[in-house]
């Protein structure tokens, strides 16, 4: 199982990314796939999910400026950030969860400077 992260980089507040959580072996349509982000000095926390049936969750502080997708040919699960503010800055991880089993993939560096 491999879940490919990548699209990080370095943005000034106000901009955008968009990351990208591409999985191998297993099927976007078969697990929930969720984002989760690291600061420095601070505990992972999820940032958004969607589930097989497309419902998506997401914290309190990137409502209205994240959006969670997947394209289903792809195998792929999106995550557009706007309006990015210096404290989204974190390694952002994907997960993918079914039952008992979770896989993580490499965290993707993202930095927002004032």
């Known amino acids: 199982v491999q879940l490919q992260a990548s699209g990080g980089g370095l943005v000034q507040a106000g901009g955008s990314l968009r990351l990208t959580c591409a999985l191998s072996t297993i099927s976007i349509n078969d697990y929930v796939v969720g984002w989760y982000r690291q600061a420095p000095g601070k505990q992972r926390e999820l940032v958004a999910l969607i589930t097989p049936t497309t419902k998506t969750i997401y914290v309190d502080s990137v409502k209205g400026r994240f959006t969670i997708s997947r394209d289903v040919a792809k195998n792929t699960v999106y995550l557009q950030m706007n309006s990015l503010k210096p404290e989204d800055t974190a390694v952002y991880y994907c997960?993918?969860?079914?039952?008992?089993?979770?896989?993580w993939g490499h965290g993707t560096q993202v930095t927002v400077s004032s």
């Open positions: 997960s993918a969860a079914s039952g008992r089993n979770q896989y």
